[in-house]
T-cell receptor, first 115, second 116 residues
Framework: AQSVTQPDIHITVSEGASLELRCNYS??????LFWYVQSPGQGLQLLLK??????LVQGIKGFEAEFKRSQSSFNLRKPSVHWSDAAEYFC?????????????FGAGTRLFVKA | GAVVSQHPSWVICKSGTSVKIECRSL??????MFWYRQFPKQSLMLMAT?????????EQGVEKDKFLINHASLTLSTLTVTSAHPEDSSFYIC????????????FGPGTRLTVL
């Protein structure tokens, strides 16, 4: 069964500083990988996804993520954080099987941005 | 992009009553929808997979008689919390599978349920 680990419960960065959110997954084959962002009381917004091909994927709002098969990782990065990036970030792994598609979410990392 | 709506966005009800939450895909047809539950400051937990025209598939530990799911059309799935109790208070989020082959889901804005 697939699983997702986000080691950092929360991270604080200064506005303008770079950001990296960690994500490790467990799955027997090449998974579909996602990063979502959630503002308080809101639904989820897809930042980016990886299905195949280029292991460095670009997303919205200046985010990017790199799939590293050897490390089973899919870390999210942003070169310069803005105050509006403060939110909860979820890494997710999706896979299909005879029972249909299923997406499993990590526990989330809350990002705080200080001025 | 694809849009998924949920109604209501929030609901307060008395203990013992039933509450229905609707999830609609507004500009695409979704044969598969998912229902998640999210407790404060926690991640999303998949409750069930809703397939149009067939019975929902529930995750282990989710009571199918308590959380009734109906997916009667390609654009609508409903979740009914029957005989709600305070411990059912949570944030319920649905998603619709946009592309079957690539597991692309679009999420609704969520429904905040508070049971008094």
């Amino acid at each position: 069964a697939q699983s997702v680990t986000q080691p950092d419960i929360h991270i604080t960065v200064s506005e303008g500083a770079s950001l990296e959110l960690r994500c490790n997954y467990s799955y027997g084959a090449t998974p579909y990988l996602f990063w979502y962002v959630q503002s308080p009381g809101q639904g989820l917004q897809l930042l980016l996804k990886y299905f195949s091909g280029d292991t460095l994927v670009q997303g919205i709002k200046g985010f990017e993520a790199e799939f590293k098969r050897s490390q089973s990782s899919f870390n999210l990065r942003k070169p310069s954080v803005h105050w509006s990036d403060a939110a909860e970030y979820f890494c997710a792994v999706g896979a299909g099987n005879t029972g249909g598609f299923k997406t499993i979410f990590g526990a989330g990392t809350r990002l705080f941005v200080k001025a | 992009g694809a849009v998924v709506s949920q109604h209501p966005s929030w609901v307060i009800c008395k203990s013992g009553t039933s509450v229905k939450i609707e999830c609609r895909s507004l500009d695409f047809q979704a044969t598969t929808m998912f229902w998640y539950r999210q407790f404060p400051k926690q991640s999303l937990m998949l409750m069930a997979t809703s397939n149009e025209g067939s019975k929902a598939t529930y995750e282990q530990g989710v009571e199918k008689d308590k959380f009734l799911i109906n997916h009667a059309s390609l654009t609508l799935s409903t979740l009914t919390v029957t005989s709600a109790h305070p411990e059912d208070s949570s944030f319920y989020i649905c998603s619709a599978l946009y592309r079957e082959g690539r597991n692309e889901q679009f999420f609704g804005p969520g429904t905040r349920l508070t049971v008094l």
